[in-house]
Nanobody, 125 residues
Framework: QVQLVESGGGLVQAGGSLRLSCAASGRTFSSNGMGWFRQAPGKEREFVAA????????YYADSVKGRFTISRDNAKNTVTLQMNSLKPEDTAVYFCARRSFYSGGYVLNEDYDSWGQGTQVTVSS
């Protein structure tokens, strides 16, 4: 079993930056891909970014490409989402997730088997 705990959310003005972190417990962290998702009020949870087990491959939603950067530190069991040039439409609860070994992809909710509790990001205009 793995536990995922997000931190770093908050209130920021449009154009600003935030850095989200996800701390993972458990020995399987370095063997799994990791992802970030977000859910805005009244909307479905959507893919934001993902990273392969060794950091060699990264994936981004079109809406955040060029503004967000995902990275990981397997020695510290952490995955980070650096968010720059934030927009009001980025406002959502952001979730960290562990990709399942049996998954064939990175962008679907079903590709992940463990989730954090989420951290709120609010971008004011």
């Amino acid at each position: 079993q793995v536990q995922l705990v997000e931190s770093g959310g908050g209130l920021v003005q449009a154009g600003g930056s935030l850095r989200l972190s996800c701390a993972a417990s458990g020995r399987t962290f370095s063997s799994n891909g990791m992802g970030w998702f977000r859910q805005a009020p009244g909307k479905e949870r959507e893919f934001v970014a993902a990273i392969s087990w060794n950091g060699g491959n990264t994936y981004y939603a079109d809406s955040v490409k060029g503004r967000f950067t995902i990275s990981r530190d397997n020695a510290k069991n952490t995955v980070t989402l650096q968010m720059n040039s934030l927009k009001p439409e980025d406002t959502a609860v952001y979730f960290c997730a562990r990709r399942s070994f049996y998954s064939g992809g990175y962008v679907l909710n079903e590709d992940y088997d463990s989730w954090g509790q989420g951290t709120q990001v609010t971008v004011s205009s």
